[in-house]
């Protein structure tokens, strides 16, 4: 089950910002993200927005989504000109669900070609579409990438059968070498993403996964410690002691075990839970989040934030649809973000980061302690004394990097 939308302001029902969120509009890139809520079959750790063909009821469909999206985009197009947002080329897109590729090609290039018709895409843009291993052929991404897409970041979780079994992923880890190169042929970059600490998942069993990445020469990987969240079916499993929660040290020592094996591949981390072959590889639309930057979220549950101002839709497609149907903003509430809210954020998000925080971003208490977050070995001590005339900033360790929200918690008041 998704978690419940946050609390907020109403939102209006034509969509429409204050003027404040204009302001500096041109310092800030602006990037898309559609939200596509379709699965084959909803895993059991999964409390993303998804829902299967029979969650869905009447009122809704996969046929349909494509044109409910494409909607809301002609939406988002008048509300950021009726606000005197100057004209920005759209500079990332990121397809992301659920799984997107459970529609046709053609209806994720319909959708992309809505963007670029409302706004336009900026010169070397960055295209993602996310999908699952056995969600693809040759000639479906072959499609993407004659459309204008750029990168593609498979869901392999797992190398191993018994690990994705207790997952319930669908595909069959032995496809993950063909779906890759299939994607490298087509011209697309790859990413593949990796959850560890899943119950009964061994040491052994996390380093077969590496290994099975390693072979493939991506040239960028996301790897994220199993969260079991409340409401989903794995919660209940735990609640049960039908499954058995691993060590407590188990996630710590898996994360240095990836970050030992990718980083002798020649994969750096630029955030805490991803590694790129070069700055190039770096997923630009995550870091454009983590940067502060403006974007539209499309679809059921998706959330935007445009110029300090962030609202979020109604989560069940059949609700989504109706609102758009009827000619109103599919916003379900809004908040604006206060100078305090928008410094926190500043050092939650920024700290994560490999490029570190520049220590004028917090404050002077903060600094205070940033000797002793070194004294710990969480930040690094060159970097916090801005060694070789850079400035000075917070940047995470690997043990600071286990132990990240410590560390925002001490830099934040």
């Not at 994560?352 to 208490?365: F, N, Q, T």
Request: with cysteine; net charge negative; aromatic share 6%.
């Amino acid at each position: 089950m998704a978690p419940a939308l946050p609390d907020g302001d109403p939102a209006p029902d034509d969509g429409a910002l204050p003027d404040s969120a204009t302001r500096d509009a041109a310092s800030r890139g602006f990037g898309i993200y559609l939200h596509v809520p379709f699965c084959t079959v909803r895993c059991g750790y999964c409390d993303f927005n998804t829902y299967t063909a029979s969650e869905l009821g009447g009122g809704a469909s996969q046929r349909a989504y494509a044109d409910t999206a494409l909607r809301e985009v002609e939406l988002a197009s008048r509300v950021l000109a009726d606000a005197g947002m100057p004209a920005r080329p759209v500079s990332t897109v990121f397809v992301g669900g659920g799984t997107p590729t459970v529609l046709p090609a053609d209806d994720l290039v319909r959708m992309l070609d809505g963007v670029r018709g409302a706004w336009g895409l900026a010169p070397g843009a960055e295209v993602t579409t996310e999908a699952n291993p056995d969600s693809v052929t040759p000639e479906s991404l072959a499609r993407l990438a004659d459309a204008g897409f750029t990168r593609v970041s498979f869901g392999m979780q797992s190398a191993v059968p018994h690990v994705l079994a207790t997952l319930e992923r669908t595909h069959d880890p032995r496809r993950i070498p063909a779906v890759v190169r299939w994607a490298q042929d087509a011209g697309l970059a790859v990413s593949l993403d990796l959850i560890y600490g899943t119950p009964g998942e061994s040491v052994d069993d996390w380093r077969a996964s590496l290994d099975a990445v390693l072979a493939t020469g991506v040239d960028h990987v996301s790897a994220y410690g199993l969260v079991v969240e409340q409401g989903t079916k794995m919660a209940a499993q735990v609640r049960r002691g039908d499954l058995p929660l691993p060590a407590e040290d188990d996630q710590a020592l898996k994360y240095e075990i990836a970050d030992a094996a990718l980083g002798a591949a020649g994969l750096h981390w630029y955030e805490v839970s991803n590694w790129a072959r070069t700055p190039e590889q770096a997923c630009r639309h995550n870091l454009a989040y983590w940067r502060g930057h403006d974007w539209w979220g499309i679809g059921p549950g998706a959330h935007s934030h445009v110029g300090g101002v962030r609202w979020w839709n109604v989560k069940h497609p059949r609700a989504y649809a109706a609102r758009l149907e009827a000619g109103l903003s599919p916003a379900a509430g809004r908040e604006t973000l206060d100078p305090q809210a928008v410094q926190l954020e500043r050092v939650l998000l920024g700290v994560r980061l490999s490029e570190g925080l520049p220590l004028d971003a917090v404050s002077p208490r903060a600094r205070h302690e940033v000797a002793g977050l070194v004294a710990d070995g969480l930040l690094d001590g060159r970097a916090a004394l801005g060694a070789d005339g850079a400035a000075a900033r917070a940047l995470l360790t690997l043990r600071g990097r286990l132990l990240a929200d410590a560390v925002v918690r001490t830099l934040t008041d």
